[in-house]
């Protein structure tokens, strides 16, 4: 079935353009062109035609870093947990998303990226790109969250069994680049596609660098778990912001990064580089508790779930929707907000047919109203949610 939707403006991922329409046939944007052409233009009788009345029409957004969401999370190591999470992901205008697995004990890891690289190709909602292993390598000292005994040094027949694991469904990996052996894991990882970013991370300016020769040109959760911008030692940080080819993950609830800060990265990160992220929780939208992630019981204050048991921030409850309002209200343009969202997530992570509304594209389509309300969502030529 063909669908157009027409009345809206247009956030194509690089642009706006009001009063537009898009047409879909076969699962891939079919054509964009004006109202005034809509008006001219003549519909095969089975064409679905959407009046979208003037809301925007966006990119479906990529979460290329999420643990879970509405009571279901990587760490159920469960396949249809997976499966709920994309279903529930779709309804918030998430066409893809890269599920984000904690590092674990070695045989209980193994088993949770089997389950969850066993959902892809059965999702009904956003698409499951691959796996994000945020770990095992990384740094003792920069954990957040994470649990010391789950930390491994750089070991490559282990990272051979993870990749085993997930049938080569790994897509991202977040690394601690001061590791010894870092570089032969990198060498490896590139040859295997996947990107590598720095986070977790007590890594010196020098090791960043380092890393950079290598192929770690992401970062993870910029500013969060990784040593800080010093004046006699950029470090971490310092070296995301001073060299314009490395890219970053940005949490954009205001509690995990200032504004302001965020602020700061439209002055210092080429706009291409920065990418909205929510790394979400299992219970994020889940209505009623316990709430668990991770094993341990968590609880929401001041804008993020904090464990229970000291208080220490363990992750966002963030959705890409609102992380989209957010950036917006920190001074961001909606389309570069949107860009962050959808373009540049797909850019880095080599999704070449996602992230912009272009005639030959994916038909993944997000339409949200100026109250930041999903309205529609599209996956791949079908409809997941409509309130039209």
Not at 327 to 351: C, E, H, T, W
């Amino acid at each position: 079935m063909a669908i157009c939707l027409h009345n809206g403006t247009l956030l194509s991922g690089f642009s706006c353009m009001e009063n537009c329409a898009v047409l879909i046939e076969n699962g891939l944007i079919d054509d964009v062109f004006t109202e005034k052409r809509f008006a001219q233009k003549q519909f095969d009788s089975s064409t679905k035609i959407i009046d979208l009345q003037g809301a925007y029409i966006a990119p479906g957004f990529i979460d290329t870093h999420i643990h879970g969401f509405g009571g279901f999370g990587t760490d159920d190591c469960s396949t249809d947990s997976i499966l709920k999470m994309s279903e529930l992901l779709a309804q918030y205008g998430v066409s893809a998303f890269n599920p984000t697995i904690y590092p674990a004990e070695e045989e209980t890891m193994l088993k949770t990226i089997k389950a969850v690289s066993a959902a892809i190709g059965k999702e009904k909602g956003a698409r499951i790109m691959g796996l994000h292993l945020e770990g095992p390598f990384i740094s003792p000292l920069k954990l957040g969250v994470q649990k010391p005994e789950t930390v491994k040094a750089v070991d490559i027949p282990f990272m051979e069994k993870l990749w085993q694991a997930a049938d080569g469904h790994i897509v991202n990996m977040t690394v601690a680049p001061e590791l010894k052996g870092m570089r032969e894991l990198a060498l490896y990882c590139l040859k295997k596609g996947i990107v590598l970013q720095a986070g977790h991370t007590d890594a010196k300016y020098e090791n960043m660098t380092e890393g950079m020769q290598a192929g770690i040109l992401h970062s993870t959760h910029l500013f969060n778990a990784m040593s800080r911008l010093n004046h006699r030692n950029p470090n971490a940080a310092g070296a995301v912001l001073i060299h314009p080819e490395m890219a970053c993950e940005i949490i954009a609830d205001g509690v995990h990064v200032h504004p302001d800060l965020i602020k700061l990265l439209q002055r210092d990160k080429p706009l291409d580089k920065i990418v909205l992220i929510t790394d979400a929780l299992k219970p994020t939208e889940q209505k009623n508790g316990p709430f668990l992630a991770n094993g341990e019981e968590v609880v929401f204050d001041e804008g993020c779930w904090h464990r229970k048991v000291d208080g220490v921030i363990a992750g966002s409850a963030l959705t890409m929707i609102k992380g989209v309002k957010n950036l917006n209200s920190f001074g961001f343009s909606l389309s570069d907000s949107v860009r962050f969202a959808s373009a540049n997530p797909a850019q880095i992570m080599k999704y070449s047919n996602q992230g912009v509304i272009m005639p030959g594209k994916a038909a993944d389509i997000t339409v949200f109203d100026g109250d930041f309300e999903v309205k529609l969502s599209i996956i791949n030529g079908d409809i997941k949610k409509n309130l039209f």
